[in-house]
């Protein structure tokens, strides 16, 4: 009888301890479940099986639904089915590949890399929608994240400036009289009917400027940074009429340019010097 009472309390802590096993291991067999998917769909990702890839990556959510890399490979999907789709569809499926990176970066936490890959898809899927405005807070996300070092904001500072130029450059070439020698003439817009579109282009250069000087402060030798300067300060110019406030801005952007031009030499100069250093002797 005393074997038997002790095999009953041994059976018994055998049961209670696989309850907790198995209640504590579901999560975990979720979570190895929902990894192997991930890892099938980033195999036939990979290998171009983009819709068998996209079951996959749905299945791994529905096992886990707070893996941000599942959702960052959904996303991606998405984005290849909306670029091939087209009206109501296309709009369907870009704010679903939205709402699945708004999903893995809220997910992400601290990891750099991931959040970066979201914010530049959410950015790119709102250009893609012609959202400018959505477009650009979300790009601006980039610059002002702890993850972004110089290099990203210089880059998304000029981004977010060359597109204020062309904002500002499709007024003025509205208004541009094709008669006219000097390609930086005076815009005529002194009429009410241009009042608007004269304004909408100065804000638009204002604001190119503005964006232009945070790239390059963020790198003083940022060439191409330089000569989006001088081209917003060549549209300055076409929106300006007094003459002598017009050779002063016309001065300006060619300072600029001639500046940008010289460092670029000087770039160039110093990269064949690094690679005629680098070439075997003989």
Known sequence: MRVFRHFFKATG?????????LSSGCDYTRKVIAKDKLNQGAISYNQGRSREAQQYFKDSIKWDDKNAIAHLFYGATLV????????????????????????????????????????????SIYEDLDNRDQWR?????RAESDCADKDMKATTYYTVAVKYWECAK??????????????????????????????????CVAKGLEYIEKALQEDVEYVDAMYYKSLLYRQKQMLTKEEPKRKELEAIAKKISDDATALQSKK????????????PNG
């Open 13 to 21: 802590i055998f049961a209670l301890l696989s309850v907790a096993i």
């Open 268 to 279: 160039d100069a110093a990269k064949k010097q690094e690679e005629e250093k680098s070439k």
């Open 137 to 141: 807070e979300w790009i601006l996300k």
């Open 170 to 203: 499709l007024q003025t070439d509205r208004y541009q009289d094709k008669a006219a020698q000097d390609p930086f003439h005076y815009r005529n817009m002194d009429y009410a009917a241009a009042a608007q579109d004269k304004q909408h282009a100065e804000e």
């Open 80 to 123: 290849k089915d909306y670029k091939n789709a087209e009206g109501a569809d296309r709009t369907r499926l870009a704010n679903e590949a939205l709402d699945t990176y708004k999903k893995a970066l809220e997910l992400t936490a601290n990891n750099c890399r991931n959040r970066d890959n979201a914010i530049s898809y959410i950015a």
